[in-house]
């Protein structure tokens, strides 16, 4: 076992550190660490936070770390700040919001920068991610920059995804993109003591219960019925002898995160989630599900950097060929990966 991945299992902070480092510049033997790693992984629930700039995720994230220590967990954060086009920088400073935690050492906070990347996330959030629950967390909370209407990479990589809404800042349209609404396990309402608290709400009641009758019509999976959600709605409780079968449908819970207000009541509908995703045949399924999407996102990305590193000079030709209108773009990707997939570049594949 490579000594890096040896300390991280040891729960060495400073090695914990480097690791995540190494996994998100994709440097030094950053893919033997992983490989190590990999095999302790696998404990620790993921928890994605997301939605519009504004709503609070940063200070609803400090709540849920304080809610999650007062259980005796060991909490990770991955906080992702988007990075300048223009200078390839990064604040990073959604941990100051969470600066009361950085003296406890069972909370290990790390910042990542897109660096470009769409979606919310950086495309090293999964490796760090892994990092982490191999150093013992029992809970990773992964807080995306903030997100528009589809850009929802955090639920490829999250077990239950928490979606942050605030009243008055044009969330109640957002809760009409089928993106946003169809990410959601959970939704939180914060900044509930705002005016315009309720019509957030009950906007969102409405988009959840006719997503659930549109889904029901075209036969998916994931669709919530209208019933169920009144149900959620008056509070109904799960069967007894554990998560109810079927459709899992997303609560709406206010908060005011400020004052810590309504968040004991959002740490049990998360828990209620995670319940019925581990709990249930349904569960398996979307975890299943979630498991083949990161798949396939790992598989994209291998690949490109394969093709990247053989295409080498081809693609540059290509590119120069398409420039000067020599050749249409489809069928130079079409020889691309003709001569990607034979192994070697022959004479003129780029053009």
Known sequence: MHPLAE???ARDTRATARACRLA????????AILKDLFPHTGRAWIL??????????????DRLIGAFRKQDRRVAVVAVDPTSPFTGGAILGDRIRMQAHFGDPDVFIRSLATRGALGGLSR?????????????????????????????????????TLVVAAPGMGDEVQAIKAGILECADVFAVNKADRDGADTAVRDLELMIALGGEVAKASGRARGHSAAALHARAAGAAAPLGGPSEGPWVPA??????????????LVEQLEGHRAWLFGTEAGAARREER????????????????????????????????????????????RLVEAFRAGAITPGAGA
């Open 7 to 9: 300390k991280v299992l």
């Open 24 to 31: 998100d510049d994709r440097a030094g033997d950053h893919a």
């Open 48 to 61: 994605g936070v997301t939605g519009n700039p504004g709503a609070g995720k940063s200070t609803l994230t």
């Open 124 to 160: 090293s959030a999964m490796d760090v991610a892994r990092v982490l629950d191999a150093w013992g967390a029992d809970v990773i909370l992964v807080e995306t920059v903030g997100v528009g209407q589809d850009e929802l990479e955090i639920t490829r990589m999250a077990h239950t």
């Open 252 to 265: 709406i819970v206010r908060t005011v995160a400020t004052r810590n207000e309504g968040v004991a009541s």
């Open 291 to 334: 498991l083949r999407e990161a798949m396939h996102v790992q598989l994209r990305d291998a690949l490109t950097d394969a093709a990247v590193v053989v295409l080498g000079p081809a693609l540059e030709a290509a590119v120069h060929a398409v420039a000067r209108r020599e050749i249409d773009p489809y069928t130079a990707s079409e």
